[in-house]
């Protein structure tokens, strides 16, 4: 009977819990889903910027590592057994030696600048990963809030249609049109069903994009995002190449790597320079009451000019890898300043489209549409003349809504490219603020 109450209450325990996850997930679905949201939360969570900040921290710690001093050597040595008669005091029993290599030369000072250098590379690289995220974040966060747009309008054209279809067959039960008018309609119809299927599997698509971004289950529920706002002032060319130059992780990349090849070819010149290490030795002799019968200090060097090919190809390779670096920097530039004219002339190719059909292009397939309409049903039109207005209006209205996410989607590229803030969303400047 125990075990039936225990059951009992366990099956309790598990509706209540499964209850609290429909209401959140119903809560998440009512409350809606905001720009400033999904950027702040992909952020803080997703696995690719934690892995590049836990980089850039570890390459941190290898600077201090890099420029510390090398570590005391300390040996010892004891008399195990002799095998020969010796005077008193011939020998030293027991010896104790501390070694120390000073680096006069500030070879470790080189490599702790190296060691920085490396660490400036992981930060930018640390950037570019945030950058990137908060760009396909926003991207898709634009395609999802598109998908929902092409979703409302092809419903809107359904029941127009619907419309239509009704006011054919009630004009082809009163003999004032043909068979093949209401069949055309019902045509229309069918065709707008098959479109919503393709939009609500992209729709699917990008909110699987934007759960795995935020780091939470794929399948996890998401509201319908909100509009965001645009801030229509672009930058001139000369802004955003100046803001692309200053701030560009790529080019701080090249340049970090310029500035190792620089160190690392004046450490391969230093290094014909040995640093000296200096010894304190003490010793206690076999007969001796002392704690130390003689105390000897040195100093011993390694002789490098002995192997000069050794250190000449060091430093061949040295100044070989510096002119790769340089090279390297160049090429980054070019490919640069390529990709943010692409970017320009994308936003504003993409701002004309979207003008062009907001001004002119959806009003007028308004206006035909309804005087089509109007025609249509005082006879004076036929019903193709209608049905092909009105696949025009909403196909022109898809198109425009289009233009309006490859706009927003052209400024969230834009501002990757540039590697700075550009405040292309207000909605979510905090967000962006909060990476860096």
């Known amino acids: 009977m125990k075990t039936f109450y225990r059951l009992l209450f366990y099956f309790f325990l598990i509706s209540i819990v499964r209850a609290e996850e429909s209401d959140e997930r119903s809560d998440v679905l009512r409350r809606g889903l905001s720009l400033r949201e999904v950027t702040s939360t992909a952020l803080a969570n997703n696995p690719g910027i934690q892995q590049a900040l836990s980089k850039w921290s570890a390459a941190k710690q290898r600077v ?6 090398d570590d005391l050597r300390l040996s010892g040595n004891s008399r195990a057994a002799r095998f020969v008669d010796v005077a008193p005091n011939s020998f ?4 104790v030696s501390i070694e120390e290599i000073v680096p006069l030369t500030g ?42 747009a092409q979703l409302a309008l092809n419903r809107k054209n359904a029941v127009s249609v619907h419309q239509i279809a009704e006011v054919s067959r009630s ?12 069949l055309a309609a019902e ?68 340049e970090a790597r310029a500035a190792t090849g620089k160190t690392q070819l004046e450490l391969a010149r ?34 490098p000019w002995i192997n000069p090919g050794k250190y000449s190809a060091a430093i061949h390779e040295a100044r070989d890898n510096l002119s790769v670096a340089e090279k390297s920097f160049e090429r980054t530039s070019a490919e ?27 009003p007028q397939a308004q206006q035909a549409f309804e005087a089509n309409q109007f025609a249509y049903e005082s006879g004076k039109a036929g019903f193709l003349e209608w049905i092909t207005s009105q696949r025009n209006l909403r196909d022109i209205e898809a198109t425009a809504r289009q233009h309006l996410s490859e706009y927003q989607t052209a400024l969230a590229e834009l501002e990757s490219v540039v590697g700075a803030d550009l405040n ?3 909605s979510g400047r905090v967000a962006a603020e909060e990476a860096k």
């Open 64 to 69: 201090r590592q890099e420029a510390a001093w």
């Open 92 to 95: 030293a029993d027991q010896m």
């Open 107 to 148: 070879k470790n000072l080189l490599r702790g600048r190296i060691a920085a250098a490396k660490a400036i590379e992981a930060f930018e690289q640390a950037r570019r990963e945030q950058l990137d995220v908060l760009a396909r974040t926003r991207i898709s966060y634009f395609r999802l809030l598109n998908g929902y």
């Open 171 to 182: 004009r082809y039960e009163v003999g004032k049109a043909n068979v093949a008018d209401a």
């Open 187 to 254: 045509v229309e119809t069918s065709k707008l069903s098959e479109s919503e299927q393709d939009i609500l599997r992209n729709i699917s698509a990008e909110q699987s994009q934007l759960n795995v971004l935020m780091n939470r289950d794929a399948f996890a529920a998401l509201g319908e995002p909100e509009e965001a706002q645009i801030n229509r002032r672009i930058p001139n060319l000369a802004e955003a190449r100046e803001l692309m130059i200053a701030n560009r992780p790529e080019l701080r990349i090249a």
């Open 270 to 303: 230093r290094n014909w320079i040995p640093d000296p290490a200096v010894t304190l030795q003490a010793q206690r002799y076999n007969d001796s009451r002392q704690a130390a019968s003689e105390l000897d200090a040195g100093v011993s060097f390694t002789l």
């Open 336 to 362: 640069s300043l390529g990709l943010l004219r692409d970017a320009l002339e994308k936003v504003h190719t993409a701002k004309h489209h979207l003008d062009l059909c907001n001004e002119k292009l959806v």
């Open 424 to 426: 292309p969303f207000p």
